[in-house]
């Protein structure tokens, strides 16, 4: 009878150091100790990064650092969730694909966020008691949201160069819409690979010599690969966004300045994105080439990389500021959902948002109506003005157009 085999077997069998048990031979004093993971034990070690780890297996209470970057963390999920939520529930009618590649971003972002939580509960003391596959699994994560981002970003300047260069008429909008969504999922297919490949395989298990300082489990090989796929990829994207630039100058030049306004404004908030990016993940790329490029404990500025990797996961936090402030329509959808959330859950009263004219009920709202049309009625009839005055300024009304709605529920 054949024994059924599990995904976690699987992934156990592609990361077994079994074929070089001469390795990571037991020594006599850790032999009692069965809780431990030998191997990660064995390359943390190797790398220097064993020195001042704490390997008890009691409860130890969060540090500072790690309670700061955890709420860091549980932030960037709240503020991309209110994007995702945003766009699905306030501008899912609009045809504009761009839409559908900042969800695409706004996704990769949120899932950096899930990735660090799950990097900050499994570190630690913790990091010696986890098997290979979830220790790889782990820092996976965050190759994964890295590469979706990367690939999310060249999709934005691929499709933003094809529209300017050539608008599609309004009857192929359709067959547009059904291509961003394919490209969204061939994007997330290869970063599932690209950020899963020493999970399948390509680690440095059975081969110190070539282990990654920053990830002692990783290989520098593959280190090297993702650092210049990507800087391929933002080479590209800068060479994308050159050529639209000059299109757009082009055409300002040649009067369709008004036709192309739109476009460039949007085009503006991409390009900060894309530069915003580079200065996050920028200082990450350059660690990781020294990574590459350095001996295992020779250099000390890889046991510090902290501050880079916060910086980049700091990106993820930034990327719905600059939706907000780079667009109204995003700007809009976003605080309509925060207020009907605050007024829906009785966290704020509807006289915050309003004035004391708009906060009246609407019965005495058509009664005061009514009585000004009844005046204006009478006067009419009784004695029309002979010669047209200067029309009086009518009082200004108080509008409310993030919370129009929310209101209207909340009275009913």
């Known amino acids: 009878m054949a024994i059924p085999v599990t995904p976690t077997d699987f992934f156990t069998f592609l990361v077994s150091p079994s074929s070089c048990p001469h390795v990571y031979a037991l020594p006599a004093n850790l032999s009692d100790a069965t809780s431990l993971n030998y191997v990660i034990l064995r390359h943390y070690n190797h790398t220097g990064r064993l020195q001042n780890r704490i390997m008890s297996n009691g409860q130890t209470q969060i540090s500072t650092t790690s309670a700061l970057f955890l709420f860091l963390s549980i932030l960037i999920i ?60 782990r820092e996976g994560l965050l190759f994964v949201a890295l590469a979706a981002s990367i690939f999310g970003l060249l999709l934005i300047a691929v499709e933003r160069c094809m529209t300017m260069m050539k608008p599609l008429p309004q009857k192929s909008a359709g067959k547009s819409y059904c ?77 369709l300045q008004r036709s192309r306004r739109h476009s460039l404004s949007l085009l503006k908030t991409v390009i900060t994105i894309v530069g915003v990016f580079i ?16 001996v295992s404990r020779q250099c000390g500025l890889l046991f510090t990389a902290d501050v880079c990797i916060s ?20 700007r809009k959808a976003m605080t309509e959902l925060l207020c009907c959330c605050c007024l829906r859950s009785d966290f704020c009263h509807p006289d915050t948002f309003t004035s004391k004219d708009t906060s009246s009920t609407s019965e005495s709202r058509r009664d005061s109506l009514r009585n000004s049309f009844n005046r204006v009625r009478n006067l009419s009839v009784v004695s029309p003005p002979p010669t047209p005055k200067k029309l009086q300024k009518t009082p200004r009304k108080y509008r409310l157009s993030s919370t129009t709605s929310c209101l209207s529920v909340s009275s009913g």
């Open 179 to 255: 291509r961003i969504f394919s490209f969204v999922a061939l994007c997330w297919f290869w970063a599932l690979v690209i950020g899963f490949l020493p999970l399948l395989g390509w680690n440095c298990i059975c081969s110190l010599e070539g282990c990654s300082t920053l990830l002692p489990l990783y290989s520098k090989s593959y280190i090297f690969f993702s650092v210049i796929i990507f800087f391929i990829i933002l080479l590209t994207i800068g060479v994308l966004y050159g050529a639209i630039y000059c299109h757009v100058h082009r055409s300002a030049q040649q009067g």
């Open 78 to 137: 709240l503020e991309n969730l209110l994007v995702l939520v945003a766009i699905s529930s306030r501008i899912r009618h609009s045809r504009r694909w761009v839409y559908v590649c900042i969800a695409n971003i706004t996704l990769s972002d949120l899932l950096t966020g899930t990735a660090y939580v799950v990097n900050i509960c499994l570190s630690g003391s913790k990091t010696f008691h986890l098997t290979l596959p979830l220790w790889l699994f």
């Open 311 to 330: 910086l980049a996961v700091f990106n993820s936090a930034l990327n719905p500021i600059i939706y907000a402030l780079g667009s109204s329509e995003m």
């Open 279 to 294: 200065v996050c993940w920028g200082p990450l790329f350059l660690l990781l080439l020294v990574d590459f490029f350095c």
